[in-house]
């Protein structure tokens, strides 16, 4: 399939479109390596790049989200893109019998899939956050692609398309709620482009910037989308015998599977090991660690404060669990960074399989430092009235290496 000519046809042809998805042999894997996992990198990408790597200005008032949360917000945003088309194909698939249609699974994921090409494609304006609103324009003509497309893939008697696809969209917006939910659990011009290598059955994803550079691996994808139809055919199985509970656990195996990661976060008790007393040579004033788990989605955080004469270092150790298979699909470590202006530097490279990123001002007022670890955990440390020299300083202190050799716990 050639991706370019789908997205072409399925936008400006879409009734002549329908039938020729409609035979088309293909599996979910497939679909979602071959074109989901593009379709939601669109919306999740355009978006880091417009909070995150140009920022929103106007009126003499500027803002940029922190690289780290950016990043985190661009994994969660795109896998929560992934799971909601499949919830999404699910419940299109359970509604097509109340309307006159056929069940047919994997119909039912492609109706979604492809008539949420529009929605997808609408994301591109998030990289000018003023222009949003327009995304929100573009996600509106999904709906007529839907519409187009549930006779066709479901076999909707036209005199109920309407309807159906009026009760789908309405799930779809509980879903997308409830979705947003669990991302915010998650977050707290010229030289633009996307380029897609060739040369291979997954080739990577390049997006430049003139603030710095992102590179996307597309087979740790793949490996994701073969996962997540096993666990798929194993929910689907469980539906048809009857077994609610063995469902349950195959929708959560699903959810493990888009999440790319085994589940476990490290213990509140092992993080608030890895919290000093002393901190670049200041008393430890306060600290406190959290965990918990929602929708198979899992994660723990550590924090502490240091405080001596007029600075304080504030070092937070973040462990996002069950995301942290898809620190390769993020690509932190082929971002780069390399900015200077009004006084203030910024810089994300690379440090052997590390990546690093510091911010700072040259006055000293206030610097950050943080290292992003192989095994996913990242560390990070602010500083007031201090260098970055001392922060670099400071960061070398903790036991880096120990943290990253650590051992998750075993999935129950």
């Known amino acids: ?53 140009l920022g929103i200005g106007g009126f003499g008032f500027s803002m940029r989200v922190p690289i780290v949360s950016g990043l985190i917000s661009m994994v969660v945003g795109f896998v929560l893109s992934l799971v909601a088309v499949f919830v999404l194909g699910l419940i299109a698939n359970a509604l097509a019998p109340s309307f006159g249609g056929t069940k047919d699974s994997m119909g039912a994921l492609k ?67 409830i979705l947003g939910a669990l991302s915010a659990m998650f977050t707290g011009g010229a030289g633009r482009g996307m380029v897609m290598g060739g040369g291979s059955s997954a080739p990577d994803v390049s997006i430049n910037t003139p603030g710095g550079s992102v590179s996307i691996p597309t087979a740790k994808l793949e490996e994701m989308a073969k996962k997540m139809e096993e666990a798929g055919q194993r929910m689907e199985s469980a539906q048809a015998s009857g077994d609610t509970a063995a469902a349950g656990k195959a929708a959560a195996d699903v959810m493990g599977a888009m999440m790319g990661g085994n589940g476990v976060p490290f213990t509140s008790q092992e993080l608030k090991s890895w919290l000093p007393e002393k901190l670049g040579g200041m008393v430890r004033e306060s600290f406190e660690v959290q965990s918990g788990a929602t929708m198979g989605i899992v994660g723990s955080t550590a924090h502490a404060t240091y405080a001596g004469d007029d600075q304080q270092i504030r070092l937070t150790i973040t462990d996002i669990g069950g995301l942290g298979g898809l620190m390769g699909i993020a690509a932190w470590a082929n971002m780069t960074v390399d900015k200077e202006s009004n006084g203030e530097v910024e810089k994300v490279y690379k440090q052997g399989q590390r990546t690093l990123r510091e911010q700072y001002r040259k006055d000293a007022s206030q610097a950050e430092f943080t290292v992003v670890l192989e095994n996913g955990l990242i560390v990070a440390l602010e500083a007031d009235n201090a260098s970055i020299d001392k922060v670099k300083q400071a960061m070398s202190a903790l036991d880096l290496g120990k943290m990253e050799k650590a051992q998750r716990p075993a999935k129950s």
């Open 1 to 53: 399939m050639n991706l370019v000519q789908r997205v072409q046809d399925i936008l400006l042809k879409p009734k002549d479109t329908w039938p020729v998805i409609a035979t088309e042999p293909g599996d979910a894997a497939s679909l979602y390596k071959d074109y989901l996992i593009y379709m939601a990198l669109v919306p999740a990408v355009a978006g880091f790049i417009g909070m995150s790597l």
């Open 111 to 177: 109706l979604v899939a492809y008539g949420s090409t529009a929605g997808f494609l609408g994301g591109i304006f998030s990289m000018v956050p003023q222009m949003a609103i327009l995304g929100l324009l573009a996600a509106l003509y999904s709906i007529y692609l839907i519409f187009t497309g549930v006779t066709v893939m479901m076999k909707c008697p036209q005199e109920k398309a309407v309807p159906y696809t009026a009760v789908l969209i309405v799930c779809g917006i509980v879903a997308m709620v």
